[in-house]
T-cell receptor, first 110, second 113 residues
Framework: GQQVMQIPQYQHVQEGEDFTTYCNSS?????IQWYKQRPGGHPVFLIQ?????EVKKQKRLTFQFGEAKKNSSLHITATQTTDVGTYFCALTGGGNKLTFGTGTQLKVEL | KAGVTQTPRYLIKTRGQQVTLSCSPISGHRSVSWYQQTPGQGLQFLFEYFSETQRNKGNFPGRFSGRQFSNSRSEMNVSTLELGDSALYLC????????????FGQGTRLTVV
C-alpha cells in the first residue's frame, strides 16, 4: 500500500522561531490531509490539499502540495506554545481510509 | 452538535480476555473508521464501516473485528488479548462516502496486563 515518510521526527524550537515538517511519497498522491494531535488528545483535522502546487494558509500555518503531488509541507511562522503537539500528514485511499505519516512532534520553549 | 463519543475512555484487561469498544459518530455521519495508536507503530488503520458494511480493512489479525449498526454506531472487538494490543484506540467519523475530513473521538486507552 501507499506509504509516506515524514520528517523530522522531533523538533524543539524557541517560541517565535519557525517550524516546518515534510511528507514525502514515492508515488503520486491524489490528495493529502494534515492533522494535529495535542499531548493527551486526539487528531484534529487541519486541512486537505488536492491540487498540484496548491498553497493554503491558516493564520500562521502554510500548507503546500508539491507540483508532482509526491510531497507536502506544513510551515508554522513564529511558533507559540499553543502550537505544541504532533503534526501528521495522512494519505487518503479507498473510502475514508487514512494512512498516517509517522508524525513530527513539536516542542516549543519560552 | 455533539462530537464523536467513545466508550469507555480507559480499560484494563488481562491477557487472553476479549474486549468491546464503542463509538458513536457525529449525527448524520455514516462512515466510521477505527485506528490503533502506539508509540512504536504510530497511527494505524484498522477498518472502516460505511452504511453497516466493512469497506476497508487494515493489516491486523483476525482477532480484531468490528461492526456498524443501522444508527451508524460502531463497535470493535478484540479477542484473545495480547500485551501488544495495549494502545489508544481511536474512532473517526466522516460525513461523506469518500475523501473528507475525519472527526476523531477522544479514544479508548486499553491496557493489557
Amino acid at each position: 500500500g501507499q506509504q509516506v515518510m515524514q520528517i523530522p521526527q522531533y523538533q524543539h524550537v524557541q517560541e517565535g522561531e519557525d517550524f516546518t515538517t515534510y511528507c514525502n511519497s514515492s508515488t503520486t498522491l491524489s490528495n493529502i490531509q494534515w492533522y494535529k494531535q495535542r499531548p493527551g488528545g486526539h487528531p484534529v483535522f487541519l486541512i486537505q490539499l488536492v491540487k498540484s502546487g496548491e498553497v493554503k494558509k491558516q493564520k500562521r500555518l502554510t500548507f503546500q502540495f508539491g507540483e508532482a503531488k509526491k510531497n507536502s509541507s506544513l510551515h508554522i511562522t513564529a511558533t507559540q506554545t499553543t502550537d505544541v503537539g504532533t503534526y501528521f500528514c495522512a494519505l487518503t485511499g479507498g473510502g475514508n481510509k487514512l494512512t498516517f505519516g509517522t508524525g513530527t512532534q513539536l516542542k516549543v520553549e519560552l | 452538535k455533539a462530537g464523536v463519543t467513545q466508550t469507555p475512555r480507559y480499560l484494563i484487561k488481562t491477557r487472553g480476555q476479549q474486549v468491546t469498544l464503542s463509538c458513536s459518530p457525529i449525527s448524520g455521519h455514516r462512515s466510521v473508521s477505527w485506528y490503533q495508536q502506539t508509540p512504536g507503530q504510530g497511527l494505524q488503520f484498522l477498518f472502516e464501516y460505511f452504511s453497516e458494511t466493512q469497506r476497508n480493512k487494515g493489516n491486523f489479525p483476525g482477532r480484531f473485528s468490528g461492526r456498524q449498526f443501522s444508527n451508524s454506531r460502531s463497535e470493535m472487538n478484540v479477542s484473545t488479548l495480547e500485551l501488544g494490543d495495549s494502545a489508544l484506540y481511536l474512532c473517526a467519523s466522516s460525513h461523506k462516502g469518500e475523501v473528507t475530513e475525519a472527526f476523531f473521538g477522544q479514544g479508548t486507552r486499553l491496557t493489557v496486563v
